[in-house]
């Protein structure tokens, strides 16, 4: 094995460079003969389109593509004429850009290296060499393999031509969705948790996903796993090291005693994170606000409002929405599924009775309720049914838990006199709205980005969201397992307690079960990422 690696680095600075797919190093070790090529921008015509290759044929691809006889400097962009390969045909100028990959000979981009090393010294001085490629080569490629960026123009014409002259170069093959994200994480550039934060940062549809999506993608989440893992691993090594050599053996005085209370700690740890694990879930799949209050109140013009688009009819006719009508909206930056509801009264006919209790249904699922009355019609009984049935017995929930999950809107604040008073103090806590003249909508907005960030949780601050019910799950049997340490007295069972905790966050840094997630997370990708 030194040898060879003495091979490596010996390399003689004028040799010639190694481009093609048969005489690459490194990444074929992987997937044999196997580069991937694909469009990694949207479909459609644009500006500028990308198109990357990644594998150990991506250096043949760019010198057939672009007659350059070595890869431009590593990461830094140089315009050609790219030209099919078999005819010749000038295809359109490019930006070209060469990430030499992990293994990648180092004088492809620009660098050469010339260092001895004999039998006797290897052990000692190999790492330090290796550091100092690794450091002369910087950042490596986002798979960890030899990749070509092609920034061409976005017309269908020219993509399908640069695509098709890559499938004509020898070893490449087009990828599949997921793949170039799939190498990167089979050459380790990736952690798990990272995967599904750019599986989430790329179905980021509001300000707050992006945010926590970058932040797990940052790796946020996967070091505070492995944080933990590594107190799991320390505790476990104490705990064998008790049994194989026990009390007497000069083992240190309280190993046990520290163990217990390293785990208390990551007890207190794993379940303030588990609390706040709806929130994480929320932020990533839509927090539940329903819109209910009784008929012709204006729920709909208010869901429609919010949407900015005709989800539901609107009429002066009370009972009009007869069964809930689902939205996905972006509320102040957060992720949101806005239900409008069917107006709450009794003694309406069956069919509007059967979208009452959907409604009352939907009531319990919400995250958030905007219940709303007419303003002009407050002494109604259905206004008072509303009050006394929903609207109270949220109020007084609010105060037993501390958490506010009603908001109570006021609408048609325009048909109220002008010397009428502006709200009555007998009602609980409420915004004045119209729906007509947009008057209150700021308040609102301000209201529920309020609500909304207690609920998903803000994604800018504090310590990194669980977004998954599998991050849940497996921290959940962790804490579990660290129960059942706490509760034997037998050192045997505490280290196997142990050993299953560390199994189960090993769920979250990487291991156990991981090509099953994979599956899962690359259904979410496009091909090209
Ligand atoms: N003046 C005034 N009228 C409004 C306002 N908001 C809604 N309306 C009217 O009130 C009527 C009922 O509105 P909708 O939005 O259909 O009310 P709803 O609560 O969905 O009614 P149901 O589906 O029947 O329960 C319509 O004629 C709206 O134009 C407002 O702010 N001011
Ligand atoms: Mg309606």
């Not at 009355?373 to 008072?384: E, K, Q, R």
């Not at 340490?485 to 299953?500: G, K, S």
Request: some cysteine; overall charge neutral.
């Amino acid at each position: 094995m030194w040898r060879g690696l003495s091979a490596l680095v010996t390399r003689p600075a004028s040799a010639p460079l190694r481009l093609c797919a048969r005489c690459s190093t490194g990444a074929e070790s992987l997937v044999p003969g196997s580069t991937i090529f694909a469009l990694s921008s949207g479909q459609g015509r644009c500006a500028i389109a990308v198109i990357r290759t990644s594998g150990p044929a991506s250096g043949l691809a760019l010198r057939s593509l672009t007659a350059l006889r070595e890869p431009p400097p590593a990461r830094s962009a140089c315009l050609r004429l790219l030209r099919h390969p078999c005819s010749g045909e000038p295809l359109d100028r490019s930006l070209v850009l060469w990430f030499p990959g992990e293994g990648s000979d180092p004088g492809a981009h620009g660098v050469c290296v010339r260092v001895s090393v004999n039998l006797h010294q290897s052990a000692r001085v190999l790492p330090i060499v290796l550091t100092m490629l690794f450091a002369i080569q910087g950042p490596q490629s986002f798979t960890g393999e030899d990749c070509m960026e092609l920034h061409v123009h976005g017309g269908p014409a020219v993509v399908s031509g640069v695509l098709q002259a890559l499938g004509s170069v020898p070893g490449l093959r087009p990828a599949k969705a997921g793949e170039f994200t799939r190498r990167a994480f089979a050459h380790g550039k990736l952690s798990l948790t990272e995967v599904e934060g750019l599986a989430d940062l790329i179905h980021a549809e509001t300000e707050a996903q992006r945010r926590q999506a970058l932040r797990q993608l940052d790796g946020e989440l996967s070091q505070l796993c492995q944080g933990w893992a590594k107190t799991l691993t320390k505790a476990l090594a104490h705990v064998e090291a008790y049994i194989d050599f026990g009390e007497d053996d000069n083992l240190e005085e309280g190993v046990l005693e520290q163990v217990d209370r390293d785990v208390r700690a990551l007890e207190v740890a794993l379940s303030s994170h588990l609390r706040d694990a709806r929130r994480g879930q929320r932020l990533r799949s839509g927090a539940n606000v329903v819109v209910a209050g009784p008929p012709n109140a204006g729920k709909s013009s208010l869901v429609n409002l919010l949407s900015q688009k005709p989800v539901s009819i609107v009429s002066p006719e009370p009972g009009t929405t007869r069964d809930i009508l689902e939205t996905p909206v972006d509320l102040a930056g957060f992720p949101v599924l806005l239900s409008d509801t069917a107006g709450l009264r009794e003694g309406a006919g069956a069919v509007e009775q059967e979208g009452v209790r959907r409604a009352r249904q939907r009531l319990e699922q919400a995250d958030i309720i905007l219940g709303m009355l007419d303003a002009s019609d407050l002494a109604s009984s259905s206004s008072c049914s509303f009050l006394d049935t929903v609207v109270a017995p949220l109020v007084a929930q609010s105060h037993d838990s501390g958490r506010q999950r009603l908001l109570l809107l006021l609408n048609k604040s325009d048909l109220l006199s002008a010397n009428a008073p502006a709200s009555s103090t007998a009602l609980p806590p409420h915004l004045l709205l119209s729906c007509h003249t947009g008057a209150g909508m700021d308040a609102l907005l301000q209201a529920l980005k309020t609500e909304l960030a207690a609920v998903c949780g803000d994604p800018s601050t504090g310590p990194p969201l669980l977004t998954r019910a599998r991050h849940q799950y497996h921290l959940q049997g962790c804490l579990d397992a660290l129960g059942r340490f706490q509760l034997t007295t037998d050192l045997a069972l505490a280290a196997e307690a142990l050993r299953q905790a560390r199994r189960q966050l090993s769920h979250l840094t990487g291991g156990g079960g991981t090509e099953e997630i994979l599956d899962l997370i690359f259904q979410d990708f496009c091909v090209g990422k």
